[in-house]
């Protein structure tokens, strides 16, 4: 199976810093990458769906100035938590995926804590 | 986001027994499900998937039961086993400005000895 690589795995910041969250596809292109966001002992919660070199897609209700993506190259996108506050607490977890559709495969996901 | 985000229900099986966990889905134009495992602290993991034009798909333990006319999906473990114990989750591709996958409410397996 194809390897998705996420970092940091865990983070912890002030509030009112940014952290960046990096995903990475380790032997694949990946065209299209997802982020999601999940809360304890809840689902996956689709973030934005990221496209090397184009603006990413937000879901409703997730923030773009709030959570800044950038898909640089087809085997990084990035995930920046801007002025981060305790309520952005979460586990953060990336996918990417070969095509336009079919298996997603997933980041290790990192959990970040806004003290 | 979309989501079911619904705390998890629980399913607790002794070891060598079937388990079957459950998921409704939301949109009837999905056409690829997948189902994927989670343990504690880690991204999840895929198990199986199904078409629409399935009803049925047999992998190594695990079978994936699809019913287009409710809505409905289903997972089956062959002769549980502890390292079966994670959270379960059903999720759909559904298109919208390109295929996305939206994941359905989970279910927490525990699997005694």
């Known amino acids: 199976g194809a390897v998705v690589s996420q970092h940091p795995s865990r983070v912890i910041c002030k509030s009112g810093t940014s952290v960046k969250i990096e995903c990475r596809s380790l032997d694949f292109q990946a065209t299209t990458m997802f982020w999601y966001r999940q809360f304890p002992k809840q689902s996956l919660m689709l973030m934005a769906t990221?496209?090397?070199?184009?603006?990413?897609?937000?879901e409703q209700g997730v923030e773009k100035d709030k959570f800044l993506i950038n898909h640089a190259s087809l085997t990084l996108s990035t995930l920046t938590v801007t002025s981060a506050h305790p309520e952005d607490s979460s586990f953060y977890i990336c996918s990417a995926r070969r095509g336009t559709a079919g298996e997603l495969f997933f980041g290790e996901g990192s959990r970040l804590t806004v003290l | 986001g979309e989501s079911v985000g619904l705390h998890l229900p629980t399913l607790s099986v002794q070891e060598g027994d079937n388990s079957i966990i459950n998921c409704a889905y939301s949109?009837?134009?999905?056409?690829?499900f997948i189902w994927y495992k989670q343990e504690s602290g880690k991204g999840p993991q895929f198990i199986i998937d199904i078409r629409s034009n399935m009803d049925k798909r047999q992998g190594q333990r695990v079978t994936v039961l699809l019913n287009k006319t409710v809505k409905h999906l289903s997972l089956q473990i062959a002769a549980t086993q502890p390292g079966d114990s994670a959270v379960y989750f059903c999720?759909?591709?559904?298109?919208?400005?390109?295929?996305?996958?939206?994941f359905g409410a989970g279910t927490r397996l525990f699997v005694k000895a």
């Open positions: 949109n009837s134009a999905s056409d690829y």
């Open positions: 990221s496209n090397e070199g184009s603006k990413a897609t937000y």
């Open positions: 999720a759909e591709d559904t298109l919208g400005g390109g295929f996305k996958t939206i």
